[in-house]
Each structure stands twice: as C-alpha cells, then as structure tokens.
C-alpha cells in the first residue's frame, strides 16, 4: 500500500500539474485551442514545463548538494519555504513575461491564478505543512471546471475526474503521514479557490 502511496505522490507532484493542466485545458477543444496556433500551443508547453517543473528540480537537487535541506522530498516544513518562495518568484515571472504574447484572456488568467496559489502555499507554509500536492489538485480541477463554464462545454465526466483524482493524491499523501486530514483539505481548498476566481473572474 505505501509503495502504491508513494507512485501516486510521484505521478501527481505538483512540479508536473501546471504543464498537465495547460495540455489538458488544449485538449479539450475548445476556443483556447481552436485560437492558439499549435507552435505556439508548444512554446507554451515547454516554456511552462522548463519553468515549473526543470528549474525548480534543480534548484532544490542545488539545494540538497549544498546540504540546505536534508531531503529532496522536503519533509520538513521549515525546509519548503525556500523552494517554494523561489517557484512563486519564477510563477510570477512566467505571468508578467507571457503578458506580452498574445493569447486568449483565460490563460492569462490561469498563470495568475497559478501563481496566488504558489503565493497562497508560501504563506501557509510559515504557519503549517499545507499539502502542496493537494493545492496542485485543487487548481488542476478549478481550471478544467473555470473553463467548461466560461465555454458551456459538458465534460462533468473531466471534472468528476479531478474530483476523484484529488481523493486518490489526498489518501496517498495521508497514508504516507505526509500531512494530516486538515493540511490536506485546506491545500485543495487553497488551490481549488485560488485558481477559480481569478479565471471565473477575468483577472490576469
């Protein structure tokens, strides 16, 4: 059962979540994929996938070289507020830089949403352990939701996915003792809240 744990913690790590969530959102044929060329839908997807995925893993195998944090897992929650403050910095530079290339409102809206939500787990982390995984879930399912209602499209059987999916990551990183019932509801609330009003609302 651990080592099951320990496969769903690693296929769900929230390093991986923003570049899923931007193939997902281009997956599903809506007016964001039908307007954005696919070159540019790539450039996207590597440009996120480099920021948010490959640097911070460098930075935080730099960070155990360096014997910064006594583990790349970053089980200590004292040991999570410089990986996760330098991904916000790197968040907020994607959000301000893709500014300037054109793209439809609502992407523009989930890198901002995405980056309160990195902002979100940084200030929580001062105070507890708030799952990370959880937060990645909780906006992994406020996009897909935000945008089947911004486009009217039918895919309840998408959202009720992530819904599932959320409970699967939550079980696994509880049964690892990673955090507890309260750390991992308030990270999928934080995600979910975080990501869904700035795209729900316009904002970016």
């Not at 590597?46 to 893993?57: A, D, E, H, S």
């Not at 944090?69 to 403050?85: F, G, T, Y």
């Not at 999928?188 to 904002?203: D, K």
């Amino acid at each position: 059962m651990r080592n099951t744990a320990l496969f769903v913690s690693f296929v769900f790590h929230p390093i991986f979540l923003p570049t899923a969530g931007l193939l997902a959102i281009f997956s599903l044929n809506t007016y964001i994929a039908q307007t954005t060329p696919m070159p540019k839908q790539l450039f996207l997807v590597g440009w996120i996938f480099v920021n948010t995925t490959v640097i911070p893993l460098i930075f935080t195998l730099f960070l155990r070289w360096k014997n910064l944090v006594s583990s790349v897992h970053l089980h200590d929650r004292r040991e999570r507020i410089v990986p996760i403050a330098f991904a916000f910095v790197l968040y907020l530079a994607n959000y301000i830089l893709m500014r300037d290339v054109p793209l439809p409102d609502v992407i523009y809206s989930l890198f901002l949403g995405s980056s309160i939500a990195v902002g979100a787990a940084l200030l929580f982390t001062f105070l507890t352990k708030i799952s990370i995984h959880m937060i990645g879930m909780g906006g992994l399912t406020a996009s897909i939701y935000g945008v089947a209602q911004l486009y009217e499209l039918p895919i309840v059987g998408f959202v009720m996915l992530g819904i599932l999916v959320s409970g699967l990551v939550g079980s696994a990183r509880y049964l690892l003792d990673s955090h507890d019932l309260r750390q991992i509801y308030l990270g999928w609330i934080t995600g979910f809240v975080t990501v869904y009003v700035p795209l729900i609302g316009g904002w970016g």
